[in-house]
């Protein structure tokens, strides 16, 4: 990694004028990325935790892995006693692999496929809206966060998981953008899906979040808005490193 906090005892020795080309005073901060779907803020995260050697959190992932398992168990969503009683059921974790990414993981199996199926997808939207889902999901993800030098993506990271987050990014991408990246993702996992039904997915998804009693997806007011339609992935992930440099490098000294 080669950003390195400085230590009080390291001023005080004088030790940070050799130091200083390579070691610079950074504090810890929280990353939020929120947004509609397919707007890029996964893959924004993922290389932004990488450049910066923060942890990323797809939350997204998470509303995904209840979902399968709620459609494997045939969870009534309408029944909250039985959601709750399979929420319980339910250990979500990540894992980095060989290659670096991050895995989502569901009781104990790599789930990372069955998550990015379109019948996840169909339902997951239904899923997230469940006030006892969203309780037990922001618990878990407010326990990764409580050490900072983290980046989350998702719809509430901002507003409602972490209001406290240092640098918050609400990215959005017109329509036929998103469809055609979600198109892509899709094929990548040998999965062909004509651009209607995800246009039509994407949409209701986006009327449900937003529009939802629970914790609807919307931009906190000092949110950073990022257009991502014409804007590479490297441009867009250079955006948001700037942005958190500029905060990173607010002079703090740490024992
Ligand atoms: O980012 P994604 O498309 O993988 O997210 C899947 C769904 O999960 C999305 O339609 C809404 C829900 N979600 C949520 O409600 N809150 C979050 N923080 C992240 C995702």
């Not at 005073?25 to 935790?49: E, H, N, P, Q, Y």
């Not at 995904?64 to 909250?80: D, G, I, K």
């Amino acid at each position: 990694m080669f950003f390195q906090q400085v230590s009080q005892k390291e001023v005080e020795a004088g030790e940070t004028h050799s130091l200083s080309a390579k070691r610079l005073l950074m504090r810890k901060i929280t990353i939020a990325i929120d947004g509609f779907s397919a707007c890029g803020k996964s893959t924004t995260a993922k290389r932004v935790a990488a450049i910066l050697g923060y942890r990323y959190i797809d939350s997204g992932a998470m509303y995904r892995a209840v979902t399968l398992h709620f459609q494997r168990q045939h969870v009534a969503l309408t029944n909250p006693k039985e959601v709750t009683r399979a929420l319980g059921e339910i250990k979500i974790n990540f894992q980095v692999n060989a290659k670096g990414a991050s895995e989502t993981y569901l009781n104990g199996l790599r789930v990372e496929s069955e998550i990015r199926t379109m019948q996840v997808s169909e339902q997951v939207s239904q899923v997230s809206a469940l006030r006892e889902v969203r309780v037990a999901m922001v618990e878990q993800q407010r326990k990764m966060g409580r050490d900072k030098a983290i980046v989350m993506d998702g719809r509430d990271i901002g507003t409602v998981v972490f209001p406290e987050a240092e640098l918050k990014m609400f990215l959005t991408a017109d329509i036929l953008t998103r469809a055609f990246r979600r198109q892509k993702e899709l094929l990548e996992k040998d999965e062909l899906v004509e651009l209607d039904p995800i246009i039509e997915n994407l949409v209701k998804r986006d009327q449900i979040d937003s529009t939802r009693a629970e914790s609807p997806l919307r931009k906190a007011p000092e949110a950073v808005e990022l257009d991502t339609t014409h804007v590479t992935i490297e441009e867009q992930t250079d955006e948001v490193v700037r942005l958190a440099l500029a905060l990173m490098l607010k002079p703090t000294l740490r024992n």
